[in-house]
């Protein structure tokens, strides 16, 4: 495992099947388990997905935080500034 890999994490959408489009870092517990069970594709998706499995067994999936708002990056590279809670300005009324 690498750093990058972590970001690929945070950034690859699944490719194919179910859950196609989703973000291997958003993959359910149970998709991944389901791929431990009938074996995992070969190359560097299967290597990925065998990787999330280890972080969500053992529940470091907010490892992977930090790397998920480094990659909301705005048009030219910019990052996208936080944004507020909904609700308004995100003061407690009293």
Partial sequence: MTP???????TLRMPFGK???TLIADLPGNYLAWF??????????????ALMLEIDHNGLRPL????RAGAAAAPG??????????GGS???RP
């Fill in 4 to 10: 990058d890999d972590l970001q690929r994490l945070a």
């Fill in 19 to 21: 859950h196609k489009g």
């Fill in 36 to 49: 431990a069970r009938e074996g995992f594709p070969k190359g560097e998706i299967g290597r990925l997905l």
């Fill in 64 to 67: 992977l935080q930090p790397l």
């Fill in 77 to 86: 590279g910019a990052l996208r500034p936080p944004r507020p809670p909904s």
């Fill in 90 to 92: 995100g003061r407690s």
